[in-house]
């Protein structure tokens, strides 16, 4: 591959502007004036480099991205919202390896390099939407992890934890969890099975947590306890965590510190009216937190584009950050927060990384975000996708 010399950009963090040379898919050198004469250069000068986006929580076997507007129905509940996704599932011929590709595509045009995706496991839908994902992920260039998610239960929906070693055995990168308490109504057997499967299968666990107040609070302990305990710390994210934002400041304080000692991640998509998280103070605390989409165009929600940077700016917003260090945080989720969530090595913008690079006609971290203008380039493994 010829190597590619982007002259002139600022890379996030570096301070100063800095040409990058890429070469053999990683990131060859950082620094000003770089000369490579076989090179072929792209001038970037004055705009802003990242490393890819990541996209650390989606639901890519739901989305109806690219088909014709389906009105939304489901009643504001979250059984409501269950119900309505199994009923509907087969009328609109969910899941669809087309409308997942469309959609990665999207999301690689906004520069996304990496995904962490919640595929429903459950005994109506079998494997097919995982190997649906696999197929599309196929197609495009976004590496994409899937989590085995037993949207409708696991001790409540029998036949789901078998299933869910199933897609494990088959290579599915993590095992999913819900609500233990609210849904499984039986959070030690649940967090038992879904803890079992993740040490049995060296998988990461992404469990999502919509339970509020003082119960949620109480799940988020018994999560932290057992990550701690069976030394499972960065290989556990609990996404949404609504609890956090219904809780007392000294109670937010105690979890964070919990978090950030067993290395519990936090994803979050700040979506609809639920409470966000209390992002500064955990940040502040060392929690590596992540940022994602939830439901993109699907049953569950009309919302979502798939550009990471609109999705941080949403962050932000119902953050009420206002000064560009606090905004920047939310980049931060959509970036490095996420990369250290999902796992990812060769991560960044050093010379040895991996040659993801998203570059923005913006001045500085909270200008890409605010704005989220329209990608300049987007680079995966040194190939140019979108210039
Ligand atoms: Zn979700």
Redo the contacts with the bound molecule.
């Keep these: 591959m010829t190597a590619t010399l982007l002259r002139g950009g600022h890379p996030w963090g570096h301070g100063a502007p800095a040409d990058i040379l890429v070469g053999d898919g990683l990131i060859q050198q950082v620094g000003p004036a770089l000369d490579a004469p076989a090179a072929r250069v792209v001038d970037v000068t004055g705009q802003l480099v990242l490393p890819g986006l990541v996209e650390s929580?989606c639901?890519l076997d739901k989305t109806l991205y690219g088909g014709p507007w389906v009105p939304h129905s489901a009643d504001d509940t979250l059984a409501g919202r269950i119900g309505n996704d199994l009923a509907r599932r087969a009328e609109l011929g969910v899941p669809s390896v087309e409308r997942i590709e469309r959609l990665l595509r999207r999301m690689s045009a906004c520069g996304t390099t990496h995904a962490r995706t919640?595929t429903d496991i459950d005994p109506g839908v079998g494997l097919r939407g995982v190997e649906a994902v696999r197929e599309a992920a196929g197609r495009v260039p976004v590496t994409v992890q899937q989590v085995a998610f037993p949207q409708h239960g696991v001790l409540t929906n029998p036949g789901t934890a078998e299933l869910l070693e199933a897609a494990l055995k088959s290579g599915v990168e993590a095992v999913g969890g819900l609500d233990p308490a609210g849904i499984d109504r039986d959070p030690v057997r649940h967090l038992d099975l879904i803890f079992g499967l993740a040490e049995r299968y060296g998988a990461h666990l992404d469990i999502?947590l919509h339970d509020g107040g003082t119960l949620g609070a109480w799940e988020l302990e018994l999560i932290t306890e057992r990550t701690k305990a069976l030394g499972l710390g960065g290989r556990v994210t609990v996404?949404?965590a609504y609890a956090l934002g219904q809780i007392d400041e000294a109670h937010q304080g105690r979890l964070a510190e919990g978090f950030a000692d067993a290395g519990v991640a936090l994803a979050t998509g700040a979506v609809y009216s639920f409470p966000v998280p209390p992002v500064k103070k955990m940040r502040a605390a060392g929690v590596v937190i992540a940022c994602g989409h939830?439901?993109i165009r699907d049953l569950w929600g009309p919302y979502g584009s798939g550009d990471m940077l609109e999705r941080a700016m949403h962050l932000a917003y119902r953050s009420t950050f206002r000064s560009d260090p606090d905004i920047e945080l939310a980049l931060e989720a959509a970036t490095y927060g996420g990369a250290r969530a999902l796992g990812l090595t060769g991560y960044g913008l050093a010379a040895g990384d991996r040659a993801d690079l998203v570059v923005v006609p913006a001045g500085g971290a909270a200008e890409a975000v605010v704005t989220h203008p329209s990608r300049s380039l987007v680079m995966k493994d040194g190939a140019v996708l979108h210039n």
């Design positions: 929580h639901h919640h999502h996404s949404h939830d439901g």
